[in-house]
C-alpha cells in the first residue's frame, strides 16, 4: 500500500516536470493533488507504520528518526505551496525541491527500511498493519501541519481532529483514544507482549466510540492472524461492519420515507445520505 502510494505521487510528480511555463492552471491543479496525497500518506506512517515497527523491528531508529525529519521538512514546503500563487517565481523552484527531497525518502524507505521491516515481520504480521492504516486512512488530515506533533500519541489525537475537523470534539477524542489503543494493540500483539490495559477518559460519548475503535481493529486482527488470507478479507469486511451498517440503514429510510411520507425521490435521498454520513462519522 505505501509503495502504491510512492507510484501514485511519483506520476503526479512526472505529469508536473512536463507541464510548461504558462501552464499555471494545471500545475495548481496537480501541486493541490501532491499535497493532499503526501499529507495523507505521511499522516499514516506517522501514526501507525512507523511506531509500531520501530518497536517490533531491531535496527530502525535510524530509519524511522531521518524518515520522521524527511516527513517534516516536505510538509513544510507543502504548506508553503499551499497558499503559493503558481506565477510566483519560486512556485517552480519548491515544487522541484519538494520533489528531489521525496524521491530521495522513497529510495531510502524502499531500498533499506522496508526489506527490514520485511524481514522481521510474517506475512499476517504485515496484513494486520495494512489494514489498520487503510482505515486509517479515512480520518487521516488532506492538507499540511507541519507544526503538529508528528509522534505518538501526541499525533494520533491531533492527526485525527485535522482530519475530521466537521465532527463533534467527544467523537474526536474518542476516536483518538481508540488510534492509540489500536497502535499499541498492534505492537503487543506483534512482540508476544500483554496488551496494555487502557481505558478511555472523557464524556460516554468518547468512551463508548474509543472502545469501538479499539474492538473493531482487534476483531480484524484476530480473525486474520487465525485462518490466513481468506480471514483477512473477511476479517477486513467485519471491521467495517459498521459502514455497512450505515450503508444498509440508509436504503431503510429511503424506502420508509418513500412509502409512509410520501416525499419526493430528491428529499429522501438527501435524508438517507444523512442518516448514512452521521453514522460513518459515529464509527
Known sequence: MLKDDHRTVEKLFKRFEKTGDRAMVERRRLVDQIIE????HAAIEEQLFYPVTRATVEGVDDDVLEAVEEHHVAK??????????????????????????VRHHVAEEEGEYFPKVR????????????????????????HP?????????????????????????????????????????LIARFTGRPRPRTSPSG???????????????????????QTGEA??????????QTVAAAKGASTSTRRTAKTGAKRTVSTATGAAERTAEAARAAS
Do not use: C, Y
Request: aromatic share 2%; hydrophobic share 45%.
Open 76 to 101: 513544510w514546503l507543502l504548506a508553503e505551496l499551499e497558499d503559493l500563487d503558481p506565477a510566483d517565481e519560486r512556485f517552480k523552484a519548491k515544487v522541484t525541491v519538494l520533489i528531489e527531497s
Open 37 to 40: 496525497e503526501l499529507s495523507v
Open 145 to 185: 501541519h507541519p507544526r503538529a506533533p508528528d509522534t505518538p500519541p501526541a499525533n494520533l489525537v491531533v492527526g485525527t481532529a485535522a482530519g475530521v475537523v466537521d465532527r463533534v470534539t467527544d467523537t474526536v477524542s474518542g476516536l483518538a483514544q481508540g488510534g492509540v489503543s489500536a497502535a499499541h494493540d
Open 231 to 240: 480471514t483477512v478479507r473477511a476479517a477486513s469486511k467485519g471491521a467495517k
Open 203 to 225: 464524556s460516554p460519548t468518547a468512551r463508548k466510540v474509543a472502545a469501538k475503535v479499539r474492538t473493531s481493529v482487534d476483531e480484524a486482527t484476530e480473525h486474520a492472524s
Open 119 to 142: 524481514a522481521a515481520l510474517g506475512r499476517n504480521d504485515l496484513t494486520e498493519l495494512g489494514e489498520a492504516m487503510a482505515d486509517a486512512k479515512a480520518a487521516a488530515p488532506t
